[in-house]
Structure formats: structure tokens, C-alpha cells
Nanobody, 115 residues
């Protein structure tokens, strides 16, 4: 069973930065695409950024130019560098990964951006 453990969330002022990390463990197969999603109160979960095993990336429109996703395949870890944070970036950030045809989720980490 694949487990994902996120870290790095917290409270930051608008314009500040945070770096999220997510480490995957327990997989007998290579970790495929990894991604970050977020969910704000009263809203649906949305894709923030995704990265393939080979390093191809795509981003949600609202974070393009401010957030950067990266990964270390040797450590089965994905990162999300978040710069120029805005209050609307507030929410629970979830890590996701694909292993073969299965999708796994982390428990989420809270990010709060104060104005």
C-alpha cells in the first residue's frame, strides 16, 4: 500500500513563499505522475500542478508563473515551491500519485495566506 506524507504547510502573509514536500513510500513499482491538488472551504478540489516521472509539468491557470513543481525520483518525493502567495491560495493541499493504474492521496496539509 502506497503512503504519501505531506509537509511544509503553514500560515504566511500575502506575497510570501512556502515549500511543500510529499514523500511516497510502500510501492513495489515505480511512482508515475505526481501532483498537488488543493481544496478551499466550500469549493471543489482542483489541480494545482502535475509532474510526470520524466519531468513534464502542467499547472492550473491560477498558479502559473508563481508555483513550481519538481520531483526527486530517487527519493520518491515531489515538491511544490509557492511564491507570491495570495489569500485565494488558502486551502488544504493534497499530494497525489499514480502507481500502475492506482491513484493515491496524502492526508493534506493546510496552507493559509493572510492579507
Amino acid at each position: 500500500q502506497v503512503q504519501l506524507v505531506e509537509s511544509g504547510g503553514g500560515l504566511v502573509q500575502a506575497g510570501g513563499s512556502l515549500r511543500l514536500s510529499c514523500a511516497a513510500s510502500g510501492s513495489s513499482f515505480s511512482i508515475g505522475a505526481m501532483a498537488w491538488y488543493r481544496q478551499a472551504p466550500g469549493k471543489q478540489r482542483e489541480l494545482v500542478a502535475r509532474i510526470s516521472r520524466g519531468g513534464s509539468t502542467n499547472y492550473g491557470d491560477s498558479v502559473k508563473g508563481r508555483f513550481t513543481i519538481s520531483r526527486d525520483n530517487a527519493k520518491n518525493t515531489v515538491y511544490l515551491q509557492m511564491n507570491s502567495l495570495k489569500p485565494e491560495d488558502t486551502g488544504v493541499y493534497y499530494c497525489n500519485c499514480l502507481v500502475v493504474f492506482n491513484s493515491y492521496w496524502g492526508q493534506g496539509t493546510q496552507v493559509t495566506v493572510s492579507s
